[in-house]
């Protein structure tokens, strides 16, 4: 299987295609991964970054485009869920030729994959690979692109959390609350904004001096602390990790002290079980992939030619998904994160469904 040396294989793990290219002249080396399509195109990101080897970019892509297949079906959209990987250090290899030799790739696809930014791709990249495919978003606003993704995404993560708190203490608001924001970058600092306009108190983190002095500046009321380990063992009602992913692991769940987690980062649970430690100690945890989606309601709009109003009250339903999810691991006794995966593959398999009703 593939073109290069792999001998892994992705049938066993459920996904539609895998797909392998390779452009020698360029350095290009891409794996681009589709889960599903049984609600449309597959949507996801093409992260750029130096994989120890082809073993571990496979595994990446196929773990991603799983989760994007996931995230897209409870953020409601028609799309199904990809995602690639170009393999190497984009410091050193990412050039025109190669951005458009993948843009090629991409668009032999026909439009059974979306591509769309990631960690080691930016919208400039998106525009060089608009260039041989029309199967991209997440592009610049000059090309019609929506810009900066963290506006939505915070603001759908406020949504989420505002759900969370009324599950808990019956009142779909963050007033009175003391919130944790465990990093101040682009979606904290939105995020942060968010709940200060809501009433609620925030107390946060950042590694990053100059993420700290904007807050001082802009938010003086925001009280400061160390680190992460400060903050998840201050008096805190609700966390949210919004800087790098593992967040919820064995040091910071056992002495979290919030009875809500609700945040930005991606793939917050450590390892698979720390959702049960969390249910077990009464903390409700907002699934990440729910809360987070802003950002993709917000490229999956770009699709059909950018609205931010429509963006924003798509991203506003993430209100009403992590309330549902919530009710479903109550009546089902399992932990959120296994109500919001039941719940995304009853659409996946709900309305993928359909396709079976032929039209002509
Ligand atoms: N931007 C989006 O639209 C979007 C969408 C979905 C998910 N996410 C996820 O949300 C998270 C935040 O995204 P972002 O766009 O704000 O990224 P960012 O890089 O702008 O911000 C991350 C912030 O976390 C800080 N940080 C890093 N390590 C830290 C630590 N140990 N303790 C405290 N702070 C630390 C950084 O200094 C930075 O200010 C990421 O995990 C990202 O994958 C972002």
């Known amino acids: 299987m593939g073109v290069f040396a792999s001998t892994d294989d992705p049938g066993s793990t ?7 290219c390779q452009d020698k002249q360029s350095g290009l080396k891409a794996i681009i991964g589709i889960y599903s399509t049984a609600l449309g195109p597959a949507l996801g990101g093409t992260r750029f970054y130096p994989y120890a080897s082809e073993e571990e970019a496979l595994a990446d892509v196929l773990d991603l485009s799983r989760g994007m297949a996931y995230k897209n079906a409870l953020a409601g959209l028609d799309l199904g869920g990809g995602k ?3 393999w190497g250090d984009p410091e050193q290899i990412k050039s025109e030729a190669l951005l458009r030799a993948y843009g090629r790739f991409v668009e032999s696809l026909a439009g059974r994959y979306y591509t769309a930014c990631d960690v080691g791709t930016y919208v400039a990249d998106m525009d060089v690979i608009a260039r041989e495919t029309s199967y991209v978003t997440g592009r610049s606003v000059e090309h019609g692109g929506a810009g900066d993704s963290s506006v939505l995404t915070a603001w759908g993560v406020f949504q989420g959390m505002r759900a969370a708190a009324e599950h808990v203490w019956g009142a779909p608001t963050l007033a009175g609350k003391r919130v944790g924001v465990a990093g101040l970058g682009k979606v904290g600092k939105y995020l942060t904004g968010h709940l ?22 802009t938010h003086p009321q925001v009280t400061l602390v160390d680190d992460t380990a400060a903050l998840v063992a201050s008096d805190i009602d609700v966390y949210a990790p919004c800087a790098l992913g593992g967040a919820l692991n064995d040091d910071t769940v056992p002495v979290l002290r919030a009875k809500v987690v609700a945040g930005a980062a991606n793939n917050q ?25 802003g950002g993709v309601i917000q490229v999956a709009d770009e699709i059909e030619g950018f609205n931010f109003e429509r963006a924003k009250l798509r991203a ?11 009710r479903l691991a109550d009546d089902e006794g399992v932990p959120p994160a296994v109500a919001a995966d039941r719940l995304a593959e009853r659409r996946m398999a709900e309305v993928g469904r359909l396709r079976t009703i032929h039209l002509r």
């Not at 459920?14 to 392998?20: I, L, N, R």
């Not at 649970?269 to 809360?291: F, N, S, T």
């Open 196 to 217: 200060l306009e809501d009433g609620a108190e925030v107390v946060a983190t950042d590694v990053n001096p100059r993420a700290l002095e904007w807050v001082r500046t």
């Open 84 to 86: 690639a990987v170009i």
């Open 316 to 326: 506003t339903r993430i209100y009403d998904t992590t309330r549902e999810i919530l």
């Open 269 to 293: 649970l450590a390892h698979p079980g720390i959702e049960k430690v969390l249910a077990d100690r009464g903390i409700l945890y907002a699934p990440d992939y729910v809360v987070n989606a």
């Open 14 to 20: 459920g996904h539609e295609q895998v797909v392998f």
